[in-house]
């Protein structure tokens, strides 16, 4: 929203500060900083699942340190990619209508 279509009575939030914005942005990289760092610590000694293993070595990729939200991020980003590849096919849109597509 610009300047000329704010409402002028409207008080100002907290978010409408680019400082509070850049705080909140800032914390939010830390606090993952922080859980990957726990999450590295504690897949050196310990296998989260082990309490499901019935006394044999788990071996495989679960194991890697991380593996679960690398794997999470490689998901999410392969569906982004369908999905954009789904909204336009060769330049032809496949599943994307026209923004008057309900009013026509």
Request: aromatic share 16%; charged share 25%.
């Amino acid at each position: 929203m610009t300047e000329k279509t704010k409402n002028p009575k409207e008080p100002k939030r907290w978010l409408d500060d680019a400082g509070n914005v850049k705080k909140l942005v800032r914390g939010f990289y830390w606090t993952c900083g922080l859980v990957i760092l726990i999450d590295l610590i504690f897949s050196i000694g310990w296998h989260k699942h082990a309490a499901f293993s019935d006394e044999s070595l788990i071996e495989g990729p679960e194991t890697w340190p991380a593996f679960y939200g690398i794997y999470g991020f490689v998901a999410c980003s392969v569906l982004v990619f369908i999905a954009k590849a789904l909204r336009a096919y060769k330049g032809k849109p496949l599943l994307m209508r026209d923004e008057d597509y309900w009013e026509k």
